[in-house]
């Protein structure tokens, strides 16, 4: 059993908040899509301390993990997703309602990631637009809880730490080739299929490098605790460091950055430092930050991130297209969380 962390729900509030108010268009979050990649890297240290200690322990059992996976995930998802149907089937014409039910069945078997990678870049308006888009980080982290907890378990008595780093540095690369390398020189050219961006930012092995960091952190606090331990004094320091990454990521990112490529190191670095140096009791940052409503939102993140998109654009569908006024923004939000926390305690909590 993994210790619990109120500070991991507060950076999964403060990521989700970053995605939906950059979907919504707010001024000053035109980065907030890197809440996604945040989430990424804490999924990878959850998912690598869970596994791991159980493996550790000798109780690792497949079924029960896939089971408890399949439990969190897809109740919550399908509900979504049959009240999309219900919904955007009034909306769509013929030839638009088969493609929405494209789309749905890949979301069902974790591959919508691989559709919206043939459909275009993710800050493309065409692609930009649909109902379901931000599915598509959900299919990659399915596809890595898929493969990684074999891929451990076949592995965790070598050098593992050594093999991670190996992989993360090959994704890496692998994703730099369809960002900003492909703008420089012709890198590894036979890979031509990374080399296209939507590619890059849609498929796993441009994506797992975040995962990754998130594995290789806990593998590090569970094998070398007493090294992290001993760095007290910079703690303090590392966690204002790890949130000013983040946040500047949020502000200052935009669709025209590369991504992922070099430049999404900035964030990653970020949460990679606040998940291995936890933040200290006594710091006066902790009780700013770390406070309660993050948390909460944290809680109900899953819930949220599936809902302010759909809603949103059900929203657009029926009122058209135009520039938000305020209050538009403001209710369309509400509604999303109203919609979160009962999803969150009569569905996700049963």
Do not use: C
């Amino acid at each position: 059993m993994i210790k619990y962390r109120s500070d991991i729900d507060s950076l999964r509030g403060y990521a989700v908040v970053a995605v939906i108010l950059y979907h919504f268009k707010v001024p000053f979050f035109q980065g907030g899509y890197i809440g996604v990649d945040i989430f990424f890297v804490i999924s990878g240290y959850l998912i690598t301390s869970i596994i791991f200690r159980e493996i550790m322990d000798k109780k690792f059992d497949f079924i029960n993990f896939y089971e408890r996976r399949i439990r969190r995930i897809i109740p919550i998802l399908f509900f979504v997703l049959i009240i999309s149907i219900l919904v955007q089937n009034k909306l769509f014409l013929y030839d638009e309602k088969i493609d929405f039910y494209k789309i749905i069945l890949s979301i069902i078997f974790f591959v919508s990631n691989l559709w919206f990678a043939q459909s275009g870049s993710y800050f493309e308006p065409d692609v930009s637009n649909s109902h379901l888009l931000h599915t598509w980080s959900l299919s990659i982290e399915e596809q890595f809880y898929l493969i990684f907890p074999i891929f451990l378990f076949l592995i965790y008595k070598r050098n593992l730490i050594l093999i991670l780093i190996v992989l993360f540095l090959i994704s890496f690369l692998l994703a730099n080739n369809g960002g900003i390398l492909k703008k420089t020189f012709p890198f590894y050219d036979n890979f031509e299929f990374i080399k296209m961006p939507s590619n890059s930012f849609y498929l796993l092995p441009t994506r797992i490098w975040e995962l990754l960091a998130g594995s290789i952190i806990s593998i590090l606090k569970i094998r070398h605790i007493n090294f992290v331990d001993k760095i007290s004094i910079q703690k303090n320091i590392l966690n204002v460091l790890g949130y000013t990454l983040i946040f500047l990521s949020f502000i200052f990112f935009n669709d025209k950055v590369y991504h992922p490529s070099v430049f999404t190191l900035i964030p990653i670095l970020g949460i990679s430092i606040l998940l291995l140096f936890e933040i200290e009791n006594k710091f006066w940052l902790k009780k700013i930050i770390n406070n309660k409503a993050m948390q909460n939102i944290g809680l109900i993140s899953y819930s949220l991130y599936l809902w302010h998109l759909p809603i949103l654009y059900f929203y657009i569908d029926y009122f058209g297209p135009k520039k938000f006024q305020i209050y538009e923004t403001i209710i369309l939000i509400i509604v999303s969380f109203v919609f979160s926390i009962l999803s969150y305690n009569f569905i996700e909590k049963v």
